[in-house]
């Protein structure tokens, strides 16, 4: 191979000797000579073309376009892939995981490519099967917040080196766990994005597991209490019955759950048990459950409940494993509060304290886990946008506390602007609530919608999103989110057609 082309690259203080000729209009060197490519802390271990079906790890092989795909390692162990299409579009967009991560996010950055985008994403700095991490502060570092910012540092560094020249705007795109990867971007490393995609973010993630906790002890601690499918499907059938007509269309979805004041003492059986009520300990627990978590000496909130309207178990709705499998706590809450927290795998979760072990796991591990700063100015200041979506009948990460991120960032915004924090707000960041949908996805109402390509024109053409309209994914609905505290209000015409509604205030 004859050497044709030197070149220094400027990212990340990075070099490599480039070894043969262009292979695209955007390409500086050949995908297999990036393996030379010299990072900090850096090991790259994979340089190769691929196209068609890829094979990674078990299930279905994913459907890429050409790509150049690049791994490697930063240390101590983030592991981490950057995917380099062939017809690249000029941006960059970094894909987030889910729940405790452990795995690079390949069918989101198939999704991403094949829209010409460059991807990259991270298993955060431990393995799925590796349980060692959680009594480890630099790995647990590296989940809460530093593997994505340094993934995102070395990505921009490879993308230079392969095209020639830095990504012309960069995003980042996740759910759940991926949503507090892209709030915790947006505050700690604010010059790393352009724009910023946050789905059902687990912004107080020590408190969502408390959270989700307080549930497992309302109905598993208690003799009776474990509620059913069954048990959730006649409640949500009450719910609907009460108040699915408050919104104007009766359609199975409450398009603000706030507005029905539903007592599910309304189902305790008067005598005994019978098909349509339910017993007094599942009256108890449902309370329970409603109310959130609360310190039980103080009565002050812990976490938020479960909202009206999100007891029916919809298909492919995985959140409802958070609440209701009648055996166990949700298996998360195990290694966050247990290994991470108390560090003893020999744990029992019925001894949690919910006064005074609260403080004690927010104090070890809230400063690294939770994206709570409300202060986004730095962000704002370099011309980031961030969209924030959550679905109102998500059983897992409770939509309120959402709700009241976006309300403490108003708030923060009012005393930082005299009293302008709305306007200042929505010059940068939107909230945009979906009625009837689950965790992430599935769910009795619309669950897709194109938030990405509405931030992309807001980022790069100054265009907010005044609506971005969702569907299911049969085409049998359409209606329009909108920027919270808007609601879509029915007007007139055909109730599946988001046409026949507007957003308006509450």
């Known amino acids: 191979m004859n050497r044709t082309k030197i070149n220094w690259v400027s990212a990340a203080a990075a070099t490599i000797i480039l070894f043969s000729a262009a292979p695209s209009a955007w390409a500086a060197t050949e995908c297999r000579d990036l393996a030379l490519l010299r990072l900090p802390g850096t090991l790259i271990t994979t340089a190769e073309e691929v196209s068609g079906q890829l094979q990674l790890g078990p299930g279905a092989p994913l459907n890429v376009p050409a790509i150049c795909r690049v791994a490697g390692t930063i240390t101590p162990a983030i592991n981490f892939e950057v995917w380099l299409p062939a017809q690249y579009n000029g941006r960059f967009q970094a894909v987030g995981g889910g729940g405790l991560a452990g795995s690079i996010s390949h069918g989101a950055m198939a999704t991403a490519v094949s829209d010409g985008y460059a991807s990259a994403s991270t298993d955060t700095g431990h393995r799925s099967t590796d349980s060692l991490w959680l009594v480890d502060p630099q790995r647990r570092e590296d989940y809460g917040h530093r593997a994505i910012h340094e993934t995102t540092v070395k990505a921009k560094a490879i993308i230079d080196a392969y095209y020639g020249s830095a990504p012309l705007y960069s995003y980042f795109n996740g759910c759940s766990t991926g949503g507090r990867q892209g709030l915790m971007e947006a505050q700690r490393y604010p010059n790393d994005f352009d724009g910023i995609l946050s789905g059902a973010p687990v912004n107080t993630f020590t408190k969502l597991h408390i959270g989700q906790l307080w549930t497992a002890h309302a109905t598993l601690k208690q003799p009776d209490a474990a509620l059913t499918a069954a048990d959730f499907?006649?409640?949500?059938?009450?719910?609907?019955?009460q108040c699915d007509a408050n919104d104007g269309v009766e359609d199975g979805i409450l398009t603000d759950p706030r507005t029905c004041n539903f007592n599910p003492r309304d189902l305790v059986c008067s005598g005994s048990s019978t098909d349509s009520c339910l017993a007094e300990p599942k009256i108890t627990a449902l309370e329970m459950i409603y109310d959130g978590a609360r310190n039980p000496r103080t009565g002050a909130q812990i976490y938020p409940g479960l909202e009206p309207g999100s007891e029916s178990a919809q298909p492919g709705n995985a959140g409802w494993a958070m609440i209701m499998n009648g055996r166990t706590p949700f298996f998360i809450d195990i290694p966050v509060l247990g290994g991470m927290g108390f560090e003893n795998n020999e744990w029992d979760w019925r001894t949690f304290d919910f006064d005074q072990d609260v403080a004690l796991i927010d104090g070890k591990l809230a400063h690294v886990l939770d994206a709570v700063d409300p202060d986004l100015r730095d962000f704002k200041a370099q011309g980031g946008k961030l969209i924030i979506y959550h679905g109102w009948n998500d059983p897992g990460v409770m939509p309120q506390r959402t709700i009241d991120y976006y309300n403490e960032v108003i708030a923060f915004a009012d005393r930082a602007t005299n009293g302008n924090g709305t306007a200042f707000t929505e010059e940068y960041t939107r909230l945009y609530m979906m009625p009837g949908m689950g965790h992430c996805r599935g769910g009795a109402g619309p669950d897709q919608a194109d938030f990405i390509s509405s931030l992309v024109d807001w980022v790069e053409n100054d265009q907010a999103p005044e609506q971005i309209i969702a569907s299911k994914g049969d085409g049998s609905m359409t209606r329009p989110l909108c920027p919270h505290p808007e609601v879509a209000v029915y007007r007139r015409g055909d109730t599946n057609d988001a046409e026949s509604f507007r957003c308006e205030a509450p």
Not at 233 to 241: H, S, W
């Open 233 to 241: 499907t006649l409640v949500n059938e009450a719910v609907m019955a």
